[in-house]
Every structure is written in C-alpha cells, then in structure tokens.
C-alpha cells in the first residue's frame, strides 16, 4: 500500500498549499509523482518541481481548465515541466497541445481501457464455476 495526503486548498489560488505540498515530498523522500487532471497537475506538478522531482502528468478529458487564461497558463507550466505529459486519448491529447499551446505530438497517448479480446464463453463460465444460464454482472 501507499500513504495519500491531499493538502487542503483554502482558496483557488493558495501558495500556501503549494509549499506545504513541496514541504511534505521532502519529508518523506518521495521519488516520483503522477498527477491526474488540473489542480493536481499544477499544484502536485509544481510542488513536485519545487523539490527537483520528476513527475509525469495525466489528462483524462476534462476542458473546463481551457475556459480561462490563467488556468491556461498554469497548466501550460505544468506541462512544461514535467518529464511527461499524458493524454487517455488522440483527442485529449490533442486537445491540450492546442488549448496550453504545446507542439503537435508533445503530449504522449495512453489509452484507457482494457484491449478488447475474444474468447470462448462456455470456457470461461466453466472456469468461473458458473451455469450456462447463471447471470454474471
């Protein structure tokens, strides 16, 4: 297992919790951070920085970060900076390169999901211990 810890945003511009977060990673040695989305990729992704920690951050899709100029820039730095930007899709990653203004090809694409691979039902309800009429959700 791992220990989490989610500092608290008092405002949506809180250096406080930048510094106490880069505080924290030294505290504990961290070694690498992956952050998921904006507020964790600017805040984890600068404090990280902050510590000459290597992070890699990922966007899963959201575009609400786009609507404003500054949250544009601040995710823009936090692209920059980190040892590698994420996108769970051609589109998300797309996406992100044209709203923070990164080359084309800048943000790497990692699917999500499971690859889709054919099999036989009746082995695979056998090997489950289940009947053929046996409802599996």
């Given amino acids: 297992g791992f220990n989490v810890h989610r500092p608290a945003l008092r405002r949506p511009v809180d250096p406080s919790s930048l510094i106490e977060l880069a505080h924290w990673m030294k505290k504990h040695a961290i070694t690498a951070v ?50 590698s930007a994420v996108g769970v899709s051609v589109d998300t990653a797309a996406h992100l390169e044209r709203a923070v203004w990164l080359p084309r090809g800048a943000v790497k694409v990692v699917p999500n999901g499971v690859p889709l691979q054919s099999g036989n039902r009746e082995i ?8 053929p009429d046996e409802q599996l959700v």
Wanted: hydrophobic share 45%.
């Fill in 34 to 83: 992956h952050t998921h989305e904006f507020t964790s990729s600017v805040y984890g992704g600068l404090a990280a920085k902050l510590q000459n920690i290597p992070f890699i951050m990922t966007m899963h899709g959201g575009t609400a970060y786009a609507r404003a100029f500054r949250r544009r820039l601040a995710l823009a730095y936090a692209a920059r900076a980190s040892h």
């Fill in 124 to 131: 695979a309800r056998a090997e489950l211990g289940l009947a």
